[in-house]
């Protein structure tokens, strides 16, 4: 599996997670428990990829500028998270960050899949992709 193989299996269950968030309600322990599960697995992906993805990039000049927008975008979707942590479940406006949250990582996502990795392909040996693959494997299942 290459690096790319695995972010892309982690976002897919994010994509699930948020799927299924949105349509939760009220102050409920679904809505409960899938936030929970989402806040997690967006913060270790988080740490995982800027480790095992962006760091290596960030000193190769064509990829410079795209690895500070996807860390950017990890400390907005970060606020977001610390919003519907302060914001009561029965809320209305909690559905609505819940919604803005899920658009936000979709973004991100799709910058991800459509952008960075075509880029970084060109610039990772295949090497390089195998042995950030499973860096960036290890520190999720520990840290999951």
Do not use: C
Request: hydrophobic share 35%.
């Amino acid at each position: 599996m290459n690096i790319f193989e695995a972010i892309r299996k982690d976002h897919d269950i994010q994509r699930d997670l948020l799927d299924k968030l949105v349509d939760t309600s009220g102050d409920s322990k679904k809505r409960d428990e899938l936030f929970k599960k989402i806040k997690k697995e967006l913060q270790v992906h988080a740490n995982a990829e800027e480790r095992h993805y962006y760091k290596p990039l960030i000193d190769v000049d064509v990829m410079q500028e795209k690895a500070r927008h996807g860390i950017a975008e990890h400390h907005e979707i970060d606020e977001l998270i610390e919003e519907l942590e302060e914001t009561e479940y029965d809320s209305s406006a909690w559905l609505k960050i819940a919604k803005d949250l899920k658009h936000k990582v979709e973004h991100h996502l799709e910058d991800e899949e459509h952008k960075f990795f075509q880029l970084s392909g060109k610039v990772l040996s295949e090497n390089q992709k195998t042995a950030l693959a499973k860096d960036y494997m290890d520190y999720m299942e520990e840290n999951r």
